[in-house]
């Protein structure tokens, strides 16, 4: 748990000699109790109080990252039980499972499309982050040559997934410089899996068939082995159970401090399908709370892009609305005469607006006002999105110089402005535009 000011105070020297910049120790404890100061700043804290300190200052869910080829998935280090109290930080990773009993050559062709499958949402290139290799066989060899099969066309993060070291090892000498996640030590095997994950400095996975309790207790074994980067698998399956246990162990973890449960969460949506759309159902419960690790059994783009778009909206800051940068955007080569359409800087308004005007073929340039990343009608309702706002965008982007018009098409969302903007901009035209972006193509196609 955080210590507060008073308690981190306690531990600090109290001489008040000033050389961490700041006036006292108590000043100085109150900056690292918030977060906004580092512990090392001061060089006469005693190495057992630091021990303390670091402990205490230790996030309530570990940071465990899995990589490979420069792709890196890291879960963990979250601070709040519901977005809107801060924000989520780190996206569960996504990943497709294959297994050692299937066609080498089954494994390849979906371990490529998954590879080969990217949304472009909002500006940001949203793709599912690798693949989860699972013995069925038992057989090393077998499991190598899945796990072959995957590297040689996706180099995304992996999974190596079976209760055998001997089988996991196979699948680790098969992923050369990757860092996969292993999966799953129980009670039965946690030592023998916890030396090839301490060999291989690679996280591992644990996975109770007995509630909660196993869980900690195989975890606090593995933590006094060595092997400090797990994943807790709770093994609940169905919807109600899985979303009980998985809010138990993150409240457990935040609110209790519970340190041999205080790491990220592994999932398993298509284990407690009975159909595709129960397990695209199941994994967008598991993306919104809380897992860190999603392993899915399908592939499709129809069950990838929702799935993709709702991990990029619930890992977004609340406090933070996605914008672009304000300015004139040229829109399929636009020249002199030209239609001037202004919006908000809010990402999803811009590129609703600027797909719209690319796939018509018209022509156009797109002011984008600095509207603080508001949509049109609430950036208006706000007193963000009003004439000044734009006469100040046609002045800054200096537009006047490029067009050789001086016509001005705002969304009819906010057509109330056009008195208002026709005294800010005097000489200017103001048309009033559509309400909606998708009616932009019929109205630039009357206009031309
Ligand atoms: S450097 Fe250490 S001892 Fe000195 S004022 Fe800062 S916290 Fe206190």
Not at 215 to 227: I, N, R
Not at 265 to 274: D, H, V
Request: include cysteine; charge should be negative.
């Amino acid at each position: 748990m955080a210590l507060t000011g008073l308690q981190i105070y306690k531990l600090l020297p109290q001489t008040n000699c000033k050389e961490c910049n700041f006036p006292t120790c108590l000043a100085f404890a109150m900056k690292l109790a918030a977060k906004q100061a580092e512990l090392a700043a001061c060089p006469y804290v005693s190495d057992e109080a630091k021990g303390q300190l670091e402990t205490a200052a230790a996030p309530p869910i570990r940071l465990v990252t899995v990589s490979s080829n420069g792709h890196k998935v890291a879960a963990g280090n979250e601070t709040v039980l519901f977005r809107h109290e801060k924000t989520f930080y780190h996206p569960p990773g996504l990943f497709v499972r294959v297994r050692d009993s299937q066609p080498v050559a089954e494994v390849g062709a979906l371990a490529a499309q998954v590879a080969g499958y990217t949304v472009d949402y909002v500006g940001m290139d949203l793709a599912f982050d690798g693949m989860a290799a699972q013995s069925d066989t038992g057989d090393p060899n077998a499991f190598a040559r899945c796990v072959a099969a995957v590297r040689q066309v996706n180099d995304g993060a992996l999974i190596l997934m079976s209760e055998d070291p001997a089988v996991l090892q196979a699948g680790l000498d098969a992923a050369p410089g990757a860092v996969p996640l292993l999966y799953g030590a129980n009670r039965e095997n946690w030592s023998a899996l916890g030396k090839v994950a301490k060999e291989a400095k690679a996280p591992l996975a644990l996975r109770s068939r007995d509630g909660l309790d196993e869980l900690a207790e195989v975890s606090k074994k593995l933590q006094a082995a060595g092997v400090q980067d797990l994943v807790l698998d709770p093994g609940r399956r169905d919807f109600c159970g899985s979303l009980a246990a998985v809010t138990q162990l993150r409240r457990l973890a935040l609110k209790h401090g519970a340190r041999d449960l205080g790491f990220p969460l592994i999932a398993f949506p298509g284990e407690g399908a009975e159909t595709p759309a129960d397990e695209a159902a199941l994994a967008a419960q598991f993306i919104a709370k809380y897992a860190g690790f999603v392993v899915l059994d399908q592939f499709s783009p129809a069950l990838a892009y929702p799935l993709l778009v709702l991990r990029a909206n619930i890992f977004t800051d609340p406090q933070k609305p996605i914008q672009v940068q304000p300015g004139l955007y040229e829109i399929n080569n636009p020249q002199a005469g030209d239609p001037l359409m202004v919006t908000t800087n809010f990402s999803i308004t811009y590129f609703s607006v600027a797909n719209e005007v690319d796939s018509s073929g018209h022509p156009g340039w797109l002011l984008v006002a600095d509207a603080e990343g508001m949509s049109v009608l609430t950036a208006w309702a706000a007193g963000k999105f009003d004439a000044s706002t734009i006469a100040k965008a046609v002045q800054t982007t200096n537009v006047a110089d490029k067009i050789s018009h001086r016509k001005l098409i705002i969304p009819g969302q906010v057509a109330v402005l056009s008195g208002d903007l026709e005294e800010e901009l005097p000489g200017w035209e103001i048309a009033v535009g559509p309400r909606e972006a998708v009616d932009l193509p019929g109205y630039l196609k009357v206009m031309a």
